[in-house]
């Protein structure tokens, strides 16, 4: 007798399962960057839950690095976990950019109860020797 056929899932039924997670907790990794501010949530494990960052909001160029678009793209994340029943949270915030505190902000507006705000930005203890500087 002839093997069954195994049935193909469709893009549909995966996508409804991985947003029928509840997610009680997590990590929100907000990387802050002059060109670009990019928000994170993962779970506790590190696994990542949903992201956004001011490039996919619709700013283009310049605009990205906005505080305002650091504040939207973390507005963007920050409403699809909370739909995924997230209530607590801890922040990461790491990179000099605009975006750093907007972002914050938007976390703390959102009524997600913070555990800790941790800035995780990489200094270096006199490591690399910097590039030239830059003539203009």
Do not use: Y
């Not at 939207?72 to 029943?85: E, F, K, L, M, Y």
């Not at 990461?92 to 109860?113: E, V, Y």
Request: net charge positive.
């Amino acid at each position: 007798m002839a093997k069954p056929i195994p049935k193909i899932r469709s893009r549909r039924s995966i996508g409804l399962r991985k947003n029928a997670r509840r997610i009680p907790k997590g990590v929100i990794h907000v990387q802050a960057s002059f060109n670009n501010t990019i928000v994170t949530v993962t779970d506790v494990r590190g696994r990542v839950i949903s992201w956004s960052s001011a490039g996919t909001c619709g700013f283009k160029g310049t605009r990205r690095g906005t505080p305002f678009a650091a504040q939207t793209a973390a507005g963007n994340v920050i409403r699809t976990v909370s739909d995924q029943g997230m209530q607590r949270a801890e922040v990461m915030i790491k990179g000099p950019g605009l975006g750093r505190d907007a972002a914050l902000r938007a976390i703390r507006r959102s009524g997600i109860l913070l555990n800790f705000i941790r800035d995780i930005t990489p200094v270096p203890h006199n490591g690399c020797r910097p590039p030239k500087k830059r003539r203009v």
